[in-house]
């Protein structure tokens, strides 16, 4: 039996009783130049711009409802056009993705498919032209529904438009495929839906909007709805002539869609399989008509709804959106003391880049000192050519720049720079007695309320603080290189920290807009113990004899963001074998040192590859370095023995309370290290796999958390 939309959406909502419901304002205006009378819809939900409008089943109907309405309007001639916008700053986000994981069978996935594709279709068939007046932010079905209509306008002020359904293991399964390739030809949808979804989910601007041809008119958000209502009446009189490029349906298609297959295998090297079936059916709509496209569409959607790696996808959404705001663990808020006044120890590259982080993210005063006034010197003058750089390229106006430069200083004089600090942070070279000296001399100039942080990546806090007076005041405070861009801030409490010191921190680190992980003092804490012992693996297997390029075809299906041993001289040499030695001594067991990496790292090489003609290959000079054993692994073996290692010592990390849950070692995985969003970072990959199990004799994760519900 065939469903109507309304049954469709009903059954929907019935699976769905929380939805946020958008509802569809249906208000007249007679428009400029007696062009006659538009229907305006509006999508509103009825909150402000924090709860962005989105389309769960109840909202589809809603929508369903006003294109009833003008509808009967428009057959009776009462209107001469319609037209959509959104409420102030938000056009629509998208699928309500919170009915997305409630879904457990494959009909119902296939409903909201179907429901949703029969809604927008209405659209494009009412007897009179569409508009669409994209005034804010639109994503996904956001997008889509604009994509139904005749027209498009764009607001310059549009911050965030895209289609990131292939991001999060989904296609735009509501048109987006199918319509957006026949309108701006299949290579720029192949960057919109493709390689935009796959690069970290990359935003477009308005302009971009209106420069690829998804928007015919742009115009400032002062007057935009004004504007676009004057524009649409000048098209419907005939005063302006909408053009758009001749798509080309020959070789330029298939080449675009080829293209797209090559950014995919770039991307997860056939590991995810979204961006594939929606490189399936742009292909497919080279020929066909859009009918078979947005069938298509339906079961793509559903396909993938009840698919792992969906689940993995919105378990890692919620991560970085949801818990990532309300760090599990931390201590009272209100516990936490204001920070006036940052100190920097030390004046090296990462200070520097901490310096700059604080001034431009507090707003306070910071100080850097070093050892001598020409190292002072540098690492000040490194914050000011930075914060140049910001003006040129026009991220700060000249008055935020000169109060920038004035806000960060340096000396040598430790007593004068610190004694009124709140929060005083070294980097300083990795090794316990030097940063145990570092603490000392600070604890005898800064206040009793100062916290003293460290952010070193592998040592114990609880024994650098352990000589002081007042050890319950050092925290850990460890930032991701590049500090301006890896999200993940490691907060790890010693044995001692106190709540006071610990909610200072986690009030420092919302400033900084960082994702903190509260970790108990570990070796390595979390992302460098787990990488460690994958790395590790990956060093004891080509040590043994397995090939390098065996090594890295062996861990592709991962989708990694790197190979390992680009990772390796992304890392340093030197570092990765420090970070080594620290969880060798720690646990000899389980983490070796490797001869060969020591050999590289003596020679001071940075890695195993040289460029030669624009190709990465094999340094012959750090290969003739090398000593190999006789154990060839297959790819298979390699990606067992590998994922086999991560998952004892996720386990062993769970037992000992390094993080309170797993959901804290995969959100450290995704903002730390750059792991795939579509593996849900690592947990929800281990349990799909059947790894946990193997390994552990157990699930990391309870059924239906990134997985589809029981």
């Not at 209106?210 to 504007?227: K, T």
Request: glycine content about 10%.
């Amino acid at each position: 039996m065939i469903m109507s939309t309304t049954e469709l959406l009903k059954r929907a909502a019935e699976l769905f009783p929380g939805e946020v419901v958008t509802t569809a304002h249906v208000r007249h205006l007679d428009l400029p130049l007696q062009a006659g009378r538009l229907a305006l819809i509006t999508l509103d939900n009825g909150f402000d711009h924090t709860k962005p409008t989105t389309f769960g089943p109840g909202s589809l109907a809603k929508l369903s409802e006003a294109l009833d309405q003008v509808e009967a309007e428009a057959a009776a001639g009462d209107i001469v056009a319609v037209a959509i916008t959104g409420k102030p700053f938000i056009f629509a986000v998208g699928a309500d993705l919170k009915g997305v994981e409630v879904l457990k069978e494959h009909s119902d996935a296939l409903a909201i498919g179907k429901g949703g594709h029969d809604v927008f279709k209405r659209i494009a068939a009412l007897p009179v032209p569409s508009f669409t007046f994209y005034n804010g932010a639109a994503m996904g079905g956001g997008v889509e529904v604009g994509l139904h209509c005749s027209y498009r306008t764009v607001s310059t002020g549009v911050p965030a438009f895209s289609l990131p359904e292939v991001f999060l293991g989904l296609v735009p399964g509501w048109g987006g495929c199918t319509i957006l390739p026949n309108l701006i030809g299949p290579a720029k949808a192949v960057k919109v839906i493709i390689e935009n979804s796959m690069s970290q989910n990359k935003q477009l601007k308005g302009k971009d909007v209106f420069e690829l041809g998804i928007a015919d008119a742009i115009f400032e958000p002062a007057d935009f709805l004004e504007q676009s209502i004057l524009w649409a009446a000048k098209v419907l009189k005939g005063d302006t002539v909408v053009t758009r490029e001749e798509i080309d349906r020959g070789k330029a298609w298939d080449d675009a869609v080829t293209w797209g297959r090559w950014v995919a295998d770039a991307k997860v090297h056939g590991a995810a399989p979204a961006a594939y079936k929606a490189l399936d059916i742009i292909q497919q709509v080279k020929d066909q008509d859009l009918q078979a496209g947005f069938d298509a569409e339906d079961i793509a959607l559903a396909d993938l709804i009840m698919g792992g790696e969906l689940r993995a996808g919105l378990y890692a959404f919620n991560l970085v959106q949801r818990r990532a705001k309300k760090p599990f663990g931390a201590p009272d808020k209100a516990l936490a003391r204001p920070v006036t006044k940052v100190g920097v120890v030390g004046a090296g590259l990462m200070a520097s880049q901490l310096a700059l982080l604080f001034a431009r993210r507090l707003q306070v005063p910071v100080v850097l000192t070093d050892i001598d006034q020409e190292r002072v010197d540098k690492g000040v003058g490194y914050v000011h050519s930075e914060i140049d750089k910001l003006l040129a390229k026009g991220r700060i106006n000249k008055d935020n720049a000169n109060r920038l430069k004035g806000l960060v200083s340096g000396s040598l004089d430790k007593a004068a720079a610190f004694g009124d600090a709140d929060f005083v942070i070294e980097a300083v070279f990795e090794e316990m007695g030097v940063k145990q000296t570092v603490f000392a001399d600070l604890e005898a100039v800064v206040s009793p309320t100062c916290v003293l942080a460290t952010n070193t990546s592998s040592l114990s806090i609880t024994e650098m603080a352990s000589k002081l007076e007042h050890p319950e005041r050092v925290v850990g405070f460890h930032f991701f290189n590049p500090v301006a861009i890896l999200p993940l801030l490691e907060i790890v409490r010693g044995e001692q920290t106190d709540d006071a010191s610990l909610a200072t921190a986690f009030g420092v680190s919302k400033k900084l807009k960082k994702t903190a992980v509260l970790v108990k003092d570990a070796p390595a804490f979390v992302v460098n113990r787990i990488l460690t012992r994958f790395m590790g693996e990956i060093q004891s297997i080509i040590d043994e004899g397995t090939p390098i390029a065996t090594v890295e075809k062996g861990v592709e299906p991962l989708g990694l963001p790197m190979s390992p041993i680009v990772l390796l001289e992304l890392v340093g040499p030197a570092i990765a074998q420090h970070v080594s030695e620290t969880l060798n001594r720690a646990f000899p067991d389980r983490f070796a040192v490797s001869e060969n990496l020591g050999k590289v790292v003596k020679a001071g090489k940075r890695g195993f590859y040289i460029w030669e003609d624009g190709k990465q290959v094999l340094d012959p000079e750090v290969l003739a370095l090398l000593t190999f054993g006789d154990s060839v692994l297959t790819e298979e073996q390699v990606l067992t023995r590998s994922l086999d290692a991560v998952a004892q010592e996720i386990g062993l990390m769970l037992d000992e309370g390094v993080v309170g849950e797993a959901q804290d070692i995969d959100l450290c995985m995704i903002t730390g290290a750059g792991w795939p969003f579509h593996l849900g970072g690592i947990t929800p990959y281990l349990d799909r796999e059947g790894v946990s199990e193997r390994v552990t004799g157990k699930k990391f994760l309870a059924p239906g958390l990134a997985s589809v519900p029981v």
